[in-house]
């Protein structure tokens, strides 16, 4: 029963971003407005037009300290706006990674990518609980505004664990819930999608990310100790954390 009540989340997550995809709209419905995400005007300059659909809750380049030559991961990449930006930071040397489950989401990033010319990016349709990524081949997990819609988050930061290379980091923005949501909004699929009632706690978020990424005796877990959850942005929460080299 849990099972097919994924499935419904899954449904309606891709359909409200498909639709938002081929209307070229602007938002996903919760607070988060464009001024609140952290993106400088010079960021926004830089990027093709309409890879910025106003649907992130930060800014999560601000704390993911790219470096030329990296290999970055963008989990739930819509349009591709962090992707394009992060493909600037990594160079020509370094190569740039968006997954989506939501097929017009996809088409739209490549059409964007066509548009800016940038070879060092491409969008692969996926679940971020099932990556269509090689193991230990990523040095930074980016994503923006899309854990909170999956419902299997610990499944998210297994993969997210199994694709980190040893110190590989993890830099989001998500939607993080600050109190006990009641049953009702919680089974609400519209409510679901707009990114307002799928948010974990920050509890439960150590658990997935410390406790339960590694899950077998022959992977350290997530360094606690490196793992920092605090308000950086007025809607959304910035998660980093960092797998330990061995
Ligand atoms: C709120 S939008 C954020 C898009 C982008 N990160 C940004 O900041 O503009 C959420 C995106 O995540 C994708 N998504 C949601 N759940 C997903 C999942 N389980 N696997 C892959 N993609 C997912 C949706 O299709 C949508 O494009």
Do not use: W
């Amino acid at each position: 029963m849990q099972k097919v009540r994924d499935e419904e989340k899954r449904r309606a997550v891709r359909e409200t971003y498909g639709r938002i995809a081929k209307a070229g709209a602007a938002g996903c419905g919760c607070d988060c407005s464009p001024a609140a995400s952290g993106y400088s005007e010079a960021e926004r300059r830089g990027l093709p037009e309409g890879a910025d659909m106003a649907l992130g809750s930060g800014n999560p380049l601000a704390i993911a300290a790219l470096e030329p030559g990296e290999t970055v991961l963008d989990l739930g990449s819509g349009g591709g706006i962090d992707c394009f930006l992060a493909a600037g930071r990594v160079g020509a040397a370094g190569r740039v990674v968006g997954v989506d489950m939501t097929p017009e989401m996809v088409s739209k990033a490549r059409e964007n990518a066509a548009k800016a010319g940038a070879a060092n990016v491409e969008f692969r349709l996926g679940e971020i609980e099932h990556l269509p990524v090689a193991d230990a081949s990523v040095d930074v997990i980016l994503s923006n505004c899309v854990i909170n819609l999956s419902p299997d988050k610990p499944a998210v930061y297994r993969d997210a664990y199994r694709v980190l290379k040893p110190g590989g980091r993890l830099a989001i923005s998500d939607v993080v819930a600050t109190v006990e949501l009641p049953d009702e909004a919680r089974g609400d699929l519209a409510r679901h999608a707009a990114c307002v009632s799928g948010a974990a706690s920050l509890a439960e978020l150590r658990r997935f990310l410390c406790e339960d990424a590694a899950d077998t005796d022959s992977y350290p877990r997530m360094d606690a100790r490196r793992l920092h959850v605090g308000v950086r942005v007025s809607c959304g929460r910035i998660i980093e954390a960092v797998k330990p080299e061995a």
